[in-house]
Protein backbone atom coordinates (compact mmCIF):
# COMPACT_ATOMS: atom_id res chain seq x y z
CA UNK A 1 0.00 0.00 0.00
CA UNK A 2 1.25 3.76 -0.70
CA UNK A 3 2.42 5.99 1.94
CA UNK A 4 0.86 9.55 2.64
CA UNK A 5 3.50 11.33 1.27
CA UNK A 6 3.90 8.93 -1.95
CA UNK A 7 3.82 10.45 -5.32
CA UNK A 8 0.51 10.44 -7.57
CA UNK A 9 0.60 7.49 -9.86
CA UNK A 10 -0.56 7.32 -13.11
CA UNK A 11 -0.88 3.77 -15.04
CA UNK A 12 -1.94 3.66 -18.91
CA UNK A 13 -3.10 -0.01 -19.71
CA UNK A 14 -5.12 -1.99 -21.94
CA UNK A 15 -5.48 -5.74 -22.31
CA UNK A 16 -5.53 -5.20 -26.23
CA UNK A 17 -2.29 -4.05 -28.01
CA UNK A 18 -1.85 -1.39 -30.25
CA UNK A 19 -4.61 1.35 -28.87
CA UNK A 20 -1.80 4.27 -27.44
CA UNK A 21 -0.71 3.16 -24.52
CA UNK A 22 3.22 3.95 -25.32
CA UNK A 23 2.74 6.76 -27.51
CA UNK A 24 0.30 8.29 -24.54
CA UNK A 25 2.63 7.83 -21.55
CA UNK A 26 5.39 9.25 -23.61
CA UNK A 27 2.99 12.43 -24.44
CA UNK A 28 1.60 12.88 -21.38
CA UNK A 29 4.59 12.84 -19.27
CA UNK A 30 6.26 15.46 -21.93
CA UNK A 31 2.96 17.48 -21.28
CA UNK A 32 3.15 17.13 -17.35
CA UNK A 33 6.68 18.27 -17.43
CA UNK A 34 5.67 21.50 -19.72
CA UNK A 35 2.98 21.77 -16.64
CA UNK A 36 6.07 22.20 -14.16
CA UNK A 37 5.69 18.87 -12.75
CA UNK A 38 8.26 16.41 -11.83
CA UNK A 39 7.45 13.31 -13.64
CA UNK A 40 9.34 10.24 -13.79
CA UNK A 41 8.17 7.46 -16.24
CA UNK A 42 8.57 4.09 -16.12
CA UNK A 43 8.37 1.39 -18.90
CA UNK A 44 6.93 -1.86 -17.18
CA UNK A 45 6.32 -3.60 -20.71
CA UNK A 46 8.38 -6.78 -21.36
CA UNK A 47 8.48 -5.38 -25.22
CA UNK A 48 9.98 -2.37 -24.15
CA UNK A 49 8.93 -0.48 -26.77
CA UNK A 50 9.35 2.85 -25.49
CA UNK A 51 12.92 1.90 -24.13
CA UNK A 52 13.22 1.52 -27.65
CA UNK A 53 11.78 4.69 -28.65
CA UNK A 54 13.50 6.47 -26.14
CA UNK A 55 17.10 5.23 -27.55
CA UNK A 56 17.77 3.84 -23.41
CA UNK A 57 17.77 0.15 -24.96
CA UNK A 58 21.17 -1.52 -23.94
CA UNK A 59 21.27 0.76 -20.94
CA UNK A 60 23.14 -1.29 -18.24
CA UNK A 61 20.71 -0.83 -15.45
CA UNK A 62 16.74 -1.40 -16.19
CA UNK A 63 13.80 -1.38 -13.99
CA UNK A 64 14.33 -5.00 -13.48
CA UNK A 65 17.60 -4.77 -11.66
CA UNK A 66 15.58 -2.15 -9.56
CA UNK A 67 12.82 -4.82 -8.88
CA UNK A 68 15.10 -7.32 -7.95
CA UNK A 69 17.00 -5.20 -5.07
CA UNK A 70 19.55 -2.98 -7.04
CA UNK A 71 19.97 0.29 -5.43
CA UNK A 72 18.51 3.02 -7.61
CA UNK A 73 21.00 6.01 -7.30
CA UNK A 74 19.86 9.83 -8.05
CA UNK A 75 22.63 10.07 -10.71
CA UNK A 76 20.77 7.11 -12.63
CA UNK A 77 17.84 9.67 -13.03
CA UNK A 78 18.73 12.07 -14.97
CA UNK A 79 16.32 14.05 -16.99
CA UNK A 80 15.65 13.20 -20.48
CA UNK A 81 15.79 16.23 -23.02
CA UNK A 82 11.77 16.56 -22.78
CA UNK A 83 12.74 16.93 -19.42
CA UNK A 84 10.94 14.49 -17.27
CA UNK A 85 13.27 11.23 -15.77
CA UNK A 86 12.78 7.45 -17.26
CA UNK A 87 13.38 4.29 -16.00
CA UNK A 88 13.38 1.56 -19.15
CA UNK A 89 12.54 -1.92 -19.51
CA UNK A 90 13.99 -5.15 -20.67
CA UNK A 91 12.87 -8.87 -21.37
CA UNK A 92 13.75 -9.59 -17.69
CA UNK A 93 10.67 -8.15 -16.08
CA UNK A 94 8.72 -11.23 -16.78
CA UNK A 95 10.81 -12.68 -14.15
CA UNK A 96 9.63 -11.05 -11.44
CA UNK A 97 6.84 -12.43 -9.06
CA UNK A 98 7.86 -10.42 -6.09
CA UNK A 99 4.36 -8.55 -4.91
CA UNK A 100 6.12 -5.77 -2.94
CA UNK A 101 9.16 -4.79 -5.94
CA UNK A 102 6.93 -2.40 -7.51
CA UNK A 103 5.77 -0.47 -4.02
CA UNK A 104 9.61 -0.82 -2.33
CA UNK A 105 10.64 1.03 -5.59
CA UNK A 106 8.36 4.04 -5.80
CA UNK A 107 8.33 4.34 -1.84
CA UNK A 108 12.46 4.72 -2.23
CA UNK A 109 13.40 6.93 -5.00
CA UNK A 110 16.13 8.61 -4.58
CA UNK A 111 14.61 12.04 -6.30
CA UNK A 112 10.78 13.55 -5.63
CA UNK A 113 8.50 13.31 -8.16
CA UNK A 114 4.75 14.92 -8.07
CA UNK A 115 3.78 12.04 -11.00
CA UNK A 116 4.86 9.25 -11.66
CA UNK A 117 3.52 7.46 -14.90
CA UNK A 118 3.61 3.39 -15.86
CA UNK A 119 3.24 2.26 -19.09
CA UNK A 120 2.11 -0.95 -18.68
CA UNK A 121 1.95 -4.21 -21.18
CA UNK A 122 -1.21 -5.66 -22.86
CA UNK A 123 -0.67 -8.84 -20.50
CA UNK A 124 -2.33 -9.69 -17.37
CA UNK A 125 1.51 -10.11 -15.84
CA UNK A 126 2.70 -9.64 -12.25
CA UNK A 127 3.64 -6.33 -12.35
CA UNK A 128 -0.12 -5.25 -13.55
CA UNK A 129 -1.87 -6.71 -10.20
CA UNK A 130 1.31 -4.69 -8.48
CA UNK A 131 0.00 -1.32 -9.57
CA UNK A 132 -3.43 -1.87 -8.84
CA UNK A 133 -2.70 -1.03 -5.21
CA UNK A 134 -0.35 1.80 -6.28
CA UNK A 135 -1.95 3.93 -9.13
CA UNK A 136 -4.47 6.63 -8.18
CA UNK A 137 -5.85 6.85 -11.97
CA UNK A 138 -6.05 4.43 -14.70
CA UNK A 139 -6.24 5.60 -18.20
CA UNK A 140 -7.62 3.30 -20.92
CA UNK A 141 -6.56 4.35 -24.07
CA UNK A 142 -8.40 3.16 -27.08
CA UNK A 143 -9.49 4.01 -30.72
CA UNK A 144 -12.97 3.03 -31.55
CA UNK A 145 -12.74 -0.28 -31.90
CA UNK A 146 -14.46 -3.25 -30.37
CA UNK A 147 -11.22 -5.25 -30.17
CA UNK A 148 -9.58 -1.85 -27.57
CA UNK A 149 -13.49 -1.89 -25.56
CA UNK A 150 -13.05 -5.43 -25.04
CA UNK A 151 -9.16 -5.25 -23.89
CA UNK A 152 -10.29 -2.07 -21.24
CA UNK A 153 -13.34 -3.96 -20.09
CA UNK A 154 -11.16 -6.48 -18.90
CA UNK A 155 -9.28 -4.01 -17.35
CA UNK A 156 -11.89 -2.30 -16.05
CA UNK A 157 -13.32 -5.51 -14.56
CA UNK A 158 -9.76 -5.73 -12.66
CA UNK A 159 -10.27 -2.30 -10.66
CA UNK A 160 -12.03 -1.79 -7.81
CA UNK A 161 -12.22 2.04 -6.03
CA UNK A 162 -9.46 3.69 -8.12
CA UNK A 163 -10.15 6.29 -10.37
CA UNK A 164 -10.32 5.06 -14.47
CA UNK A 165 -11.26 6.74 -17.46
CA UNK A 166 -11.10 6.09 -21.14
CA UNK A 167 -8.62 7.76 -22.83
CA UNK A 168 -9.95 8.23 -26.97
CA UNK A 169 -7.70 8.71 -29.68
CA UNK A 170 -9.13 9.53 -32.96
CA UNK A 171 -12.66 9.91 -34.69
CA UNK A 172 -15.11 8.05 -32.55
CA UNK A 173 -18.01 5.99 -33.68
CA UNK A 174 -20.45 3.90 -32.03
CA UNK A 175 -18.27 1.78 -30.44
CA UNK A 176 -17.08 4.48 -28.04
CA UNK A 177 -20.35 5.62 -27.09
CA UNK A 178 -20.64 2.28 -25.81
CA UNK A 179 -17.61 2.15 -24.28
CA UNK A 180 -18.69 5.76 -22.76
CA UNK A 181 -21.65 4.05 -21.24
CA UNK A 182 -19.55 1.67 -19.52
CA UNK A 183 -16.58 3.85 -18.19
CA UNK A 184 -16.37 7.12 -17.87
CA UNK A 185 -14.56 8.78 -20.71
CA UNK A 186 -11.61 11.58 -19.73
CA UNK A 187 -13.33 15.05 -20.92
CA UNK A 188 -10.42 15.34 -24.12
CA UNK A 189 -9.87 13.14 -26.85
CA UNK A 190 -6.92 12.94 -28.31
CA UNK A 191 -6.57 13.62 -32.42
CA UNK A 192 -5.15 11.46 -34.50
CA UNK A 193 -2.54 12.49 -37.00
CA UNK A 194 0.24 11.51 -39.17
CA UNK A 195 2.40 13.36 -37.04
CA UNK A 196 2.41 10.52 -34.28
CA UNK A 197 4.30 8.54 -36.93
CA UNK A 198 6.88 11.64 -37.81
CA UNK A 199 7.72 11.58 -33.93
CA UNK A 200 7.25 8.31 -33.91
CA UNK A 201 11.08 8.01 -36.36
CA UNK A 202 12.77 10.12 -33.72
CA UNK A 203 13.30 9.64 -30.17
CA UNK A 204 11.44 12.38 -29.32
CA UNK A 205 7.43 12.78 -28.96
CA UNK A 206 4.80 14.63 -30.99
CA UNK A 207 4.99 17.42 -28.32
CA UNK A 208 8.39 18.65 -29.25
CA UNK A 209 8.26 17.36 -33.04
CA UNK A 210 5.61 19.20 -33.54
CA UNK A 211 5.06 21.28 -30.97
CA UNK A 212 1.84 23.22 -32.41
CA UNK A 213 0.36 21.02 -33.88
CA UNK A 214 -3.65 20.16 -32.83
CA UNK A 215 -2.43 16.54 -31.53
CA UNK A 216 0.29 18.19 -29.69
CA UNK A 217 -2.42 20.60 -27.78
CA UNK A 218 -4.77 17.53 -27.41
CA UNK A 219 -2.22 16.09 -25.29
CA UNK A 220 -1.58 19.11 -23.37
CA UNK A 221 -5.27 19.61 -22.72
CA UNK A 222 -6.11 15.73 -21.63
CA UNK A 223 -2.83 16.49 -19.04
CA UNK A 224 -4.36 19.57 -17.57
CA UNK A 225 -7.36 17.55 -17.08
CA UNK A 226 -5.49 14.54 -15.30
CA UNK A 227 -3.58 17.13 -12.85
CA UNK A 228 -6.91 19.00 -12.37
CA UNK A 229 -8.59 15.07 -11.77
CA UNK A 230 -5.73 14.68 -9.18
CA UNK A 231 -5.46 17.95 -7.78
CA UNK A 232 -2.21 19.31 -8.91
CA UNK A 233 -3.85 21.84 -11.78
Not at 101 to 123: F, R
Amino acid sequence: MKSENSPLVISLVNAAGGTGKTTSAHALSVAFAEYGKKTLLIDLDVKASLTFQLAHEGSRLSVTDYLLGTTLRDDALSATPERFDFIGSDSRISSITDQNSLATLLENLPKQYDLIVLDHGSTFDPLLAMSLEMTDLFLLPIFSRLHDLRGALQINALLKDQKRFLLHIGEQNEIAAKADALIAPLDVSIELSDEIEIAAATTLSVLTVRKDSAVAESYRSAAYSILELLGLD
